[in-house]
């Protein structure tokens, strides 16, 4: 008999960085009622009943047994077929309805096609080896790999949509987090990270930490046990520049970890979990970025976070970030000096919340900015014929990051988030303007526009106008710029002929 299919399982088989991301997607099925199994690595077991919604169904996958798998890929995918039974077995019974993978290695992919979920969203893995997407935000994360640094789309948000696509309907976009309060605790250097070129060199750590300390500052450093060495010799070096700091490295186990980290001033670290930790809970943080770190895809999604990114992305070294500007840009997450401008060869940028219409967050600075999620998606559904496999997408993402391109949807953001146009109208206009010209038209359509739309606030017939608005914009041949102008001032004219009421006439004006 074959077992009766429900609820969703999430295949999280990353780091504690990973999983931290993945939480605003568990809260908003659980807010929803939905049934939710979780799997991850057995590693991360502790930090799970931390952090993880009350009801959530952990299973564990051993860190051998995924090590095994891996080895039996490279191998070929035949040859991986007994590993993947067993980590299925390990997993134990499951028959989800539908499954979103957020692991975005092939062994994912691997365990993830095993289940046979009737939906499944994320990378999967054939029998043969090839690598299958279903739907445009499964294809996204293989697509921003291939087009590396061209993807612009924080990867919180890309987990949090592939839930979506899955499940068939929108989910509450969720608030940044933000600190409720100022902390007196002390700032929190986080001392290591999983891959050794994401770790910020110990001497730097040691200079900030002295410089903090000359402003009356207590500083403690944090990691895991396997940061000690590291911590101990970070302490030694900031004691030889006179400053006296806490090594908690090692000595606190997860469930303390996150309410002391809850309690502390100010986070300063790589792109690893800690820093992503202090993030989602709101505490005031700036993330330090190099190598293959990427701040427009793993930055912090905290309203005022603050990221430091060395560039080029894949090309960098943390020793790029000096101790002053890292400094300078503490002294602006604690609210008692301006965000810093970047220095060369390195950008800061600073999140906020993109707001409604678009969703997301965005990492404001002097480089192309994150893109808004649906705005994105929106763009790629504008051109008819377009199917969504990772190749196509990788394509569509580097040629969208031409830097002629980044005005254009700059104004095509602010015209949607205005109300102006609708994510889908702007994206619109967006795909049939090409290069420089895009900034230059979306710009002129916008200050019609923003006049039209007063007008259609003050006439009765306003319903109907915007219908025909929308299918002038759906209508809409690429030719010069000046067309998008004047169809929209025609338009509106003749509305204001019509107008009975005093109180067109502004905007009447306007045009």
Known sequence: MTPRRHGTLLLQLERLGDLVQTLPALQALAAAGEPVTLVIREA????????????????????????ALIEALSAGPEEAQGAIALVREEIGPASPARLVN?????????????????????????????????????????????????????????????????????????ELPRAARRSRGPVALVAGAGAAARRWPAEHQARLAAALHRE??????????????????????????????????????????????????????????????????????????????????????AEGAIALQALPVGRS????????LVERAARAALGEAPLPRGEAGVAV?????????????????????????RLL??????????????????????????PSRAAAW???????????????????LLARRRGAGAGTALREAGRSLDAFAALLGALPEGRLLSACLKVLLEN????????????????????????????????????
């Not at 095993?114 to 499964?138: I, K």
């Not at 919340?353 to 999620?373: I, M, Q």
Request: negative net charge; proline residues 9%.
């Open 410 to 428: 700059n104004r095509a953001a602010a015209l949607a988030r205005r109300g102006t146009l609708a994510a889908d109208e702007a994206a619109r």
């Open 102 to 174: 957020l692991t975005w290695h092939a062994a994912g992919a691997a365990v993830a096609s095993a289940f046979g979920a009737p939906r499944s969203a994320g990378p999967l893995l054939s029998r043969e080896g090839e690598r299958l997407a279903a739907g445009f935000w499964g294809a996204y994360p293989v697509a921003a790999w291939d087009a590396r640094p061209a993807g612009r789309v924080l990867l919180s948000d890309v987990r949090r949509l592939l839930v979506e696509e899955v499940c068939g309907h929108r989910l509450p976009e969720p």
């Open 44 to 67: 991360l077991a502790p930090w799970a009943r931390a952090l993880v919604p009350a009801g959530t169904d952990v299973r564990l996958v051993g860190d051998r047994s995924l090590a």
């Open 317 to 324: 070294s943390m020793e790029d970030l000096v101790p002053g």
């Open 216 to 301: 009356g500052l207590p500083v403690a450093l944090v990691g895991g046990p396997e940061d000690r060495a590291l911590g101990e010799e970070i302490a030694r070096r900031a004691r030889e520049l006179g400053a006296d700091v806490q090594n908690l490295t090692g000595k606190l186990p997860p469930s303390d970890f996150v309410a002391w980290l809850r309690e502390a001033r100010l986070v300063v670290g790589p792109d690893t979990g800690p820093t992503h930790l202090a993030a989602a809970s709101g505490v005031p943080c700036v993330m330090l970025l190099a190598a293959s770190a990427h701040a427009w895809e793993t930055g912090p999604a």
């Open 349 to 373: 940028l600073q999140a906020r919340a993109a707001g409604d219409p678009l969703g997301g967050a965005v990492l404001d600075g002097e480089d192309p900015p994150v893109r808004s999620p």
């Open 476 to 511: 809409l041949p690429p030719e010069a710029p000046g067309s998008v102008v004047s169809r929209v001032r025609e338009i509106a004219r003749r509305a204001a002929a019509v107008a009975a009421s005093a109180a067109a006439t502004p905007a009447v004006a306007a045009l």
């Open 377 to 402: 998606l929106a763009a790629w559904g504008a051109v008819p014929g377009r199917e969504p496999t990772p190749d196509a997408l990788t394509a569509a993402l580097r040629e969208e990051a031409d």
